[in-house]
């Protein structure tokens, strides 16, 4: 009998937006693992092309330029925390169908990933030095969620989409106006955030109580004040 060929990581690659049923527990840890390379130290690819490709690219100042960097940096994060958030949750998810709604968000958030990392290369920045820090803090705020039930979980879903939405309103304020790429990618990233939270909330989330929301929002509030220089 001819031996069973070896477990690698490339052959589990399909696994970041499927469900993952027919998985034993060494694949499990495998595919989050390899979630969390790919969301931290990897270049995760956008499905959908980049809404800022047809903006020209107007050249900024010394001031404006960095100033742009640091509020992309905090989109950066917000996205790696997204994927941590949301793999956290899909891991202990209950139901095929919320399982199935997380990683489909989570699959539009690599997009918005992959396009603010592509505006960090342009503005010559960089993602945050603490990434790995905030995509397991998120992934275990994530699976705390799940195990709560799946209302909860969705209900996480869109008490972080909401606040996400007002962070990028004040984004879209302060950037540099000469700065229509961010602007651009900003815009629709504010589109999927809505309409994130708003599918969340018909599949049946749970309005969070106090003083959950607030402790979300002094979490985020950290996260962009270390972000935006880090």
């Not at 840890?29 to 969301?39: D, G, H, K, N, P």
């Not at 202990?92 to 989570?106: G, I, Q, S």
Request: hydrophobic content about 40%; overall charge negative; charged content about 25%.
């Amino acid at each position: 009998m001819s031996a069973s060929p070896p477990r690698t990581l490339p052959a589990l690659r399909p696994s970041r937006s499927a469900p993952g049923r027919g998985l034993d527990p060494v694949d499990r840890v495998l595919v989050e693992a390899q979630r969390a390379l790919e969301t931290v130290f990897g270049a995760p690819a956008a499905r959908r092309p980049n809404p800022a490709a047809d903006t020209p690219d107007i050249a900024l100042d010394t001031a404006e330029r960095r100033h742009a960097a640091g509020l992309m940096r905090i989109n950066h994060v917000g996205e790696v925390c997204a994927q941590g958030l949301y793999f956290g949750q899909a891991a202990v998810a209950r139901e095929p169908e919320t399982k199935a709604h997380l990683l489909e968000a989570a699959q539009e958030e690599t997009d918005h990933l992959a396009w603010c990392a592509d505006r960090l290369r342009e503005l010559d920045s960089r993602p945050s030095v603490f990434n790995p820090l905030w995509y397991g803090g998120s992934y275990a705020l994530g699976v705390l969620a799940g195990l709560r039930g799946d209302g909860w979980n969705l209900g996480f879903v869109v008490e972080t989409e909401r606040q996400v939405e007002a962070h990028l309103d004040q984004h879209l304020q302060t950037l540099p106006e000469a700065d229509q790429r961010s602007r651009e990618i900003l815009r629709t990233m504010k589109a999927d955030e809505a309409r994130h939270a708003d599918s969340a909330e018909l599949a049946g989330a749970r309005v969070l109580p106090q003083p959950i929301p607030s402790l979300m929002a002094a979490a985020s509030k950290l996260m962009k004040t270390v972000a935006y220089r880090l």
